[in-house]
């Protein structure tokens, strides 16, 4: 899932200030979740709004609203009738979803009220953790189901580096070392001795990537 | 292996070759192939342009040891660059070892500036992953780890030997560096350290230089996992050494080093030595020549390398009073 943390009011309080319409929008998918960037935030973020402009005496109109999932053509095209209302739209869904919205309505200014950080899990509430770059080619098959592109601060393919200490990674105490973990595992699964084989050097595709699904687009067509 | 990347297909699986056969003309590999107890040393580059730094402190390090090691960017701090380095000391007729991180370039870049190291007249090479660029005087910049040194390892292998760049592409004379790698024997796992030196060796590294030892008997555990898995006939193990200034900075290193082994008995040692900062220093030379003599003791083991980091002045007295006094003449 998608994890991301708000930008604190003051910035944003930049990004709007020249503005006299301002919506606020959430969406339902992974920043809801996370409690972060959903209904409940798009409400909050847009009375903050509000109260603020009402003490500066600054003449803004403040609206909120929030779609099911913000990277969704579908999802998006039901604001049509409604961006000619806004100035500004604050996003609070990930980077993709700010992008969605800024390609499909090219008048309005689309601004992120989150800061998009990475993939990754939740560990305990309140504590999420890196897991996956995306990174195209998934490998964890042979890193006992661990990522070393994510997890690893050097991305190595044959670890683990001499910085590896105590199940430490040398960037930060607060850090596992992913290759102390997938040697572990390997071990524990009686395959330790694939780590004695090299690993090639990692084929780092060309960005951005794309991907069609040739069955999809054909049933779209169809309909 | 993903299938996709035309390397993969190669990717390391013929051991470095075992026989005793000169292949890049290097000083260094010479004497360590004809059995010479070999003295490595360490140059850190100015944080400058300034030639006269490089010149100053390899003054220091002539005819005190077999070959210099050149490193790059240390601790991911910036410095004038390995390569340039090592030119001046072939103008001054010292051996280099170039040092060569992948923190910095991509494979691309790697391939082009080693391609030009070789045509300089440079003959080793250090082939490391190089750490994390947080630790250095520009946190932010963008760590590369196209390759690790694993990888590099094996590209600069492959290029001597198939006369191939990692894509494939036929060389214009290729380079013949006598080939190295760190290992840090006092890092976790353990149990993988001389598992992934067999990685290293099998990549292509012909000598290894390792962390400093101060823990002499974990040292000598793991030159015995070595030995038995032959590693020492396969590779030239050179054992990283250097003196202690003070109880402050052995603390200091073995709680801030990460993979630093600095045993307690040393650090009350030097806590015990009183008389200021000279008398620490002596202290800590004396620990040094201590370990040197431990280490030539231990079997398997082709030489050492001495990292008086910063303090370079320090290497003649050490290599003098660890009697390692004269060096081989007849470089080049
Ligand atoms: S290898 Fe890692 S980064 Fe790539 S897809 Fe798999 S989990 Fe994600
Ligand atoms: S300590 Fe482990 S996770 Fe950190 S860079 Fe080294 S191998 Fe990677």
Redesign the pocket.
């Known amino acids: 899932m998608i994890v991301a943390r708000p930008k604190s009011f003051e910035d944003i309080k930049k990004l709007i200030q020249n503005h006299k319409k301002v919506a606020v929008m959430g969406c339902g998918g992974c920043v809801t979740v996370r409690s972060i960037g959903g209904q409940k935030q798009a409400e909050e973020l847009a009375a903050l709004i509000r109260l603020w402009a009402k003490r500066e005496g600054k003449e803004m109109v403040v609206t909120e609203v929030t779609l099911t999932r913000q990277c969704e053509p579908e999802f998006i095209d039901s604001m049509k009738e409604r961006v000619g209302d806004w100035e500004v739209v604050v996003s609070l869904a990930c980077g993709v979803g700010v992008q969605c919205l800024a390609e499909r309505y090219p008048r309005v200014k689309v601004f992120p009220g989150v800061d998009t950080t990475f993939m990754g899990a939740t560990i305990e509430a309140g504590l999420y953790w890196e897991r996956c770059v995306g990174c195209g080619d998934c490998t964890v098959a042979e890193t006992g189901g661990f990522c070393?592109v994510a997890?690893?601060?050097?991305n190595?393919m044959n670890?683990?580096?001499g910085?590896?200490q105590g199940g430490h990674?040398?960037?930060s105490p607060e850090?596992p070392?992913?290759?102390?973990l997938i040697y572990e595992r390997m071990e524990e699964l009686g395959i330790g001795e694939e780590l004695d084989g090299i690993r090639p050097p990692k084929d780092w595709s060309v960005r951005p990537q794309r991907m069609v699904m040739e069955h999809l687009r054909v049933e779209k067509k169809e309909t | 292996m993903t299938g996709k990347n035309p390397q993969a297909v190669r990717a390391g699986l013929k051991p470095a070759p075992t026989i005793p056969v000169l292949t890049s003309g290097s000083h260094l590999e010479r004497l360590l192939r004809e059995g010479r107890f070999v003295v490595t040393a360490e140059l850190g580059p100015p944080r400058g342009a300034e030639r006269a730094v490089v010149e100053k402190k390899a003054n220091l390090l002539n005819g005190y040891v077999d070959a210099v090691n050149i490193t790059d960017c240390q601790t991911s701090v910036v410095r004038m660059s390995s390569i340039a380095s090592a030119r001046i000391l072939l103008e001054m007729g010292l051996e280099p070892v170039v040092q060569m991180t992948c923190r910095d370039r991509n494979r691309i870049a790697l391939q082009s500036d080693l391609l030009g190291a070789w045509a300089l007249g440079m003959k080793n090479l250090l082939c490391l992953t190089g750490d994390?660029p947080k630790f250095g005087d520009h946190p932010g910049a963008k760590p590369v780890f196209d390759l690790d040194s694993i990888h590099l390892l094996h590209m600069l292998k492959t290029m001597r030997e198939e006369k191939k760049m990692l894509s494939g592409t036929p060389l214009e004379g290729e380079p013949r560096f006598f080939l190295g790698a760190a290992e840090n024997p006092f890092a976790d796992p353990f149990a993988f350290r001389s598992r992934r030196l067999a990685k290293k060796i099998t990549a292509g590294a012909e000598f290894i230089q390792t962390q400093i030892v101060y823990n002499v008997d974990k040292f000598a555990r793991w030159m015995e996992e070595v030995r038995e898995k032959g590693l020492h006939k396969r590779a030239f193990i050179l054992a990283g050494v250097a003196p202690l200034k003070s109880a402050g900075m052995a603390k200091y290193m073995k709680k801030n080093v990460p993979g630093m082994d600095v045993p307690d008995t040393i650090i009350s040692r030097l806590e015990q030595k009183k008389g200021g900062s000279t008398a620490g220093r002596l202290e800590g030379i004396e620990v040094c020549i201590e370990i040197i003599e431990k280490l030539r003791q231990i079997e398997g083991l082709a030489g050492i390398h001495i990292m008086a980091i910063e303090w370079e002045e320090v290497v003649a007295q050490l290599v003098e009073r660890a009697g390692l006094l004269p060096r081989p003449q007849g470089r080049g």
């Open positions: 070393p997890r690893c601060a050097k190595l670890g683990p580096c910085g590896s990674c040398e960037v850090t070392c992913v290759w102390q | 994390h």
